[in-house]
Every structure is written in C-alpha cells, then in structure tokens.
C-alpha cells in the first residue's frame, strides 16, 4: 500500500519532470509504476501520451492495446489509441476504434456496421 498523500506527491514530480523536458526519465517513472502495480489505467495511458508525445506511436500502441485487452471498456485509451493510429496514417483502424467508442458510449451497435447494412441505390444522373 502506498502513503495517503503518494498521489499528490507523484502528481507534482510528474508536473516537474514534464516542465523540465525529461521525458525519458518520466517514462522511466510510469514503466516502474506499471511494474509494481500493473493494472493502473492512468499511468498506462500517461506512459502511451509520453511515447506518442516523443514520436514513438508504434510503442503508444502497444501500450494502449495491452491496456484494452486487460479492460476493453476502457474508454480514455480507446480515445488515444484513435490518435495513435492517425498519427501513423492508420484512418481504416482509427475509424474502427471510433465505432467501438460509440459503440460504447450508447450502448448501440457501431454506427459503420450498421451503415454497411444498408445499401443504398445509385443516384439518377
């Protein structure tokens, strides 16, 4: 168990490694954070932004997609996943995730699953 106050604390040395730029050594934090406690969606999803924010997408993903298949309902990494894949020019899969998130959000089948159902007759030129 951690102190009472270990998530203030860790939240201002998160601010100020941030504020200096050291995002190695921030990585660094959240992957030994995940080591010790590893289903701990917020520092899952501040390791990914980390590796999206450095320009490593590819490893955000992989973050993200462990954090999904522990909690598929996880919606904030499903959102950031979405920014990953577009960010490697990945629309088809992106598109994809969004359908999941709304999905989600309303309880409804995803809305290109049921737009692909329908066809539709081409216009009368």
Do not use: N, W
Not at 4 to 10: D, L, P, Q, S
Not at 71 to 94: H, I, K, N, W
């Amino acid at each position: 168990a951690y102190p009472a106050r270990a998530g203030e604390v860790f939240a201002r040395l998160e601010r100020s490694y941030y504020e200096m730029g050291k995002f190695g050594d921030l990585i660094e934090v959240y992957e030994r954070l995940l080591e010790r406690s590893p289903r701990s969606p917020a520092a899952e999803v501040a390791l990914a932004d980390m590796h999206r924010r450095r320009g490593r997408p590819e490893e955000a993903m992989r973050v993200l997609q462990a954090a999904l298949a522990a909690d598929p309902g996880f919606q904030e990494a499903r959102r950031m996943l979405v920014e990953c894949y577009l960010q490697c020019g990945q629309t088809e899969s992106a598109l994809e995730e969004i359908d999941t998130l709304l999905g989600q959000s309303s309880g409804r089948p995803p809305r290109r699953a049921a737009a692909d159902a329908v066809s539709v007759a081409p216009a009368d030129s």
